[in-house]
């Protein structure tokens, strides 16, 4: 478990909050696997294999493990982002 979120109880999660724990998730990333650079196709399939924990949570009504698996998954688009350059003369908007 790499989100401290067993002190959460049924509550709303504000936005700074979401914020936080994606943070420390980018954090214990970082410090789990270096500083990461990948081509797209790779940073997809990470992302992917998030979204399938995601739906494991919801299939067995784990909140603990959704909400964990939602900031894992999170901080992975966080460093995809954060780890290429975008050429934005490409494509057309929209
Ligand atoms: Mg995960």
Redesign the pocket.
């Known amino acids: 478990m790499s989100v401290n979120s067993s002190s959460l109880d049924k509550t709303e999660i504000t936005i700074q909050t979401f914020q936080d724990f994606i943070q420390q998730e980018r954090e214990y990333q970082d410090r789990k696997w270096g500083k990461q650079n990948h081509p797209d196709e790779k940073w997809l399939a990470i992302f992917v294999e998030?979204v399938g924990?995601m739906s494991k949570a919801i299939l067995e009504k784990n909140d603990v493990e959704l909400f964990e698996?939602i900031v894992?998954a999170a901080a992975v688009l966080q460093a995809w982002v954060t780890s290429r350059l975008f050429d934005f003369s490409t494509g057309e908007d929209g």
């Open positions: 998030e924990e698996e894992q």
